[in-house]
């Protein structure tokens, strides 16, 4: 299923940013 496919791949890249985000302030923060 197409939309199924997308969704996914949604949900990925919105799971990722929020790693990003949180990595980051952590290292901020480290600082």
Same mark, same amino acid.
């Given at each position: 299923? @197409?939309? @199924?496919?997308?969704?996914?791949?949604?949900?990925?890249?919105?799971?990722?940013?929020?790693?990003?985000?949180? @990595?980051?302030?952590?290292?901020?923060?480290?600082?």
């Amino acid at each position: 299923n @197409e939309q @199924e496919k997308q969704e996914r791949a949604q949900q990925i890249k919105e799971r990722f940013k929020a790693k990003r985000e949180r @990595e980051r302030s952590d290292r901020s923060r480290g600082r």
